[in-house]
DNA sequence: ATGCTTGTTGGACGATCGTACAACAAGGCG
DNA sequence: CGCCTTGTTGTACGATCGTCCAACAAGCAT
């Protein structure tokens, strides 16, 4: 079909890093269209338009790719999160709502963006690596949100628990959300959630 | 090595019932063990200890057979959770503290038991009737937190939000509980939620 | 005891899986 | 311009997957 050019270079290199942000991109795009079970390594080099044998050369296995994956698009999404808690300003209070509000956005709480989470809690309990990964990628998310709990007052040997107890309130709120998008509507979400942290502010005050 | 007695039933013949529901606990025992990767047809079929054919012969496929065990391990829950609801007697703040308290002790916050959850999930998104089941197996649990929620004095255009609320905490600790068992203990994670309640059912009162 | 129903077996089948490896070529360097 | 490094290809391999179906036998009915 093609017309051959004189030397039409059949691939193009590219840079290691390059290259490999490349495959967890295409791996995550897989796992939103065909979810965990067609996240094959076939599948994933199709999509990003390589040769198969690419991706064990990159990663040393499906799972280490799936966890790569989910290392990025949770980054992705704090990194999501924490410009919506900038744009909010400097009150406190503001900043809080502005982290749980879009947490429920349409962009965060996303069926497809379930699958990659799915894809790798399905490793968390046979790999300790895995476990391991998902323990600091959960502390670090608290840590977080215990930042900004305390900016709105609440006492430092609170913290730890409220931000147990909001972080639970937002990824049950998220997941059922991503499960059946028709039973409530993110607004409900954001409004429970806010509901939830008046209660948690107001306490001591 | 058997020495065979001169006619030792190669199999037994069972009820189409019950061995439907011995091939649903084979599955979920597989999935407790090996997760959703490892529930193969043949898996399964050795750990019930029968041949591969009788899988297909009762289920339509391994994702019929996994919806299946959903329902069934789900109905467990539901079961176990209701009876820890009854024994708490009735008072109707003692029946919800003990909804709340069952939902995190060792028999429910299993990792095992997640992995049943996980791979019904991951079926969610792209069969409609699995995402349906949810539906029905969702709003049937968030109805029976209605009524104790209604029973403890929460008004009724309240009922839903709040059973909303609470299903998704407990969920979200649940969960967290299960995917790290050692970040915080079931007896935290039930304070945590009791305290909710606290929120939600002394605000008109 | 004998036949019949049907639950059950067990292997065949094609598809697809993850992995490995030798050959190839793109692109920078001398 | 031609060599060299190495990113990339493409395929072969064995294992395992889900599905299917003809043959078998367990146990009830007669």
Redesign the interface.
């Known amino acids: 079909m093609k017309a051959p050019s004189p030397h039409q270079p059949a691939f193009r290199r590219t840079h290691p890093d390059a290259r490999r942000l490349a495959l967890i991109e295409a791996c995550a795009r897989v796992l939103a269209r065909?979810?965990?079970?067609g996240a094959s390594v076939r599948a994933i080099a199709v999509e990003a338009g390589v040769s198969p044998g690419l991706v064990s050369h990159y990663f040393s296995g499906i799972e280490a790719l799936v966890a790569a994956t989910y290392e990025q698009v949770e980054g992705a999404v704090a990194a999501t999160l924490d410009r919506a808690v900038d744009e909010a300003g400097h009150d406190p209070r503001a900043r809080l709502d502005a982290f749980v509000t879009a947490s429920f956005a349409p962009a965060i709480a996303d069926?497809?963006l379930?699958?990659t989470w799915?894809?790798f809690?399905?490793?968390?309990?046979?790999r300790p690596a895995i476990?391991a990964q998902?323990?600091e990628q959960?502390?670090g998310s608290r840590a977080r949100l215990e930042a900004l709990l305390g900016d709105c007052g609440v006492a430092p040997n609170e913290q730890r628990?409220a931000a147990?107890?909001v972080?639970?309130?937002?990824?049950?709120?998220w997941?059922?959300l991503c499960?059946?998008p028709?039973?409530?509507s993110a607004e409900?979400?954001g409004?429970?959630a806010r509901?939830?942290l008046d209660?948690l502010i107001s306490k001591d005050r």
Chains 1, 2 share one sequence.
């Open positions: 065909a979810g965990a079970a069926p497809q379930l699958a799915i894809a809690w399905s490793l968390v309990t046979a476990a998902h323990d959960y502390s628990r147990i107890a972080t639970a309130l937002v990824d049950g709120l997941l059922e499960l059946s028709g039973c409530f409900e979400a409004d429970i509901r939830f209660t």
